[in-house]
């Protein structure tokens, strides 16, 4: 069974942290880049980030650059974004993804079920 698992999700105060977890399963992890999305009220879902399968290269929308951090952890099938600085336009519900290659360009062919992060004082 192909899988993504998404956690970490909850309610946060702007500046505060939050760090979001993808848990794979049912493929070969350490092949396929990952990427994070979100998707706010009454907006499109947007790119947040990606990370490769094969150098670990990353990409970042530069709403987020300085702020989010994605890493994985092949040996435990786990992809993570640490966010940090929220802000109250960070809310969203976040998806993670599979690209169908190694590098963090071409289409996503699984995606997660999500999770929602909320940044409210």
């Known amino acids: 069974q192909l899988q993504l698992v998404e956690s970490g999700g909850g309610l946060v105060q702007p500046g505060g942290s939050l760090r979001l977890s993808c848990a794979a399963s049912?493929?070969?992890?350490?092949?396929?880049?990952i990427g994070w999305f979100r998707q706010a009220p009454g907006k499109e879902r947007e790119g947040v980030s990606c990370?490769?399968?094969?150098?670990?290269?990353?990409y970042y929308a530069d709403s987020v650059k300085g702020r989010f951090t994605i890493s994985r952890d092949n040996a435990k099938n786990t992809v993570y974004l640490q966010m940090n600085s929220l802000k109250p336009e960070d809310t969203a519900v976040y998806y993670c993804?599979?690209?169908?290659?190694?590098?963090?360009?071409?289409?996503?062919?699984?995606w997660g079920q999500g999770t929602q992060v909320t940044v409210s004082s």
């Open positions: 993804a599979r690209r169908k290659e190694r590098l963090c360009t071409g289409i996503y062919d699984y």
């Open positions: 049912g493929f070969t992890f350490d092949y396929y880049a």
């Open positions: 990370i490769s399968g094969s150098d670990g290269s990353t």
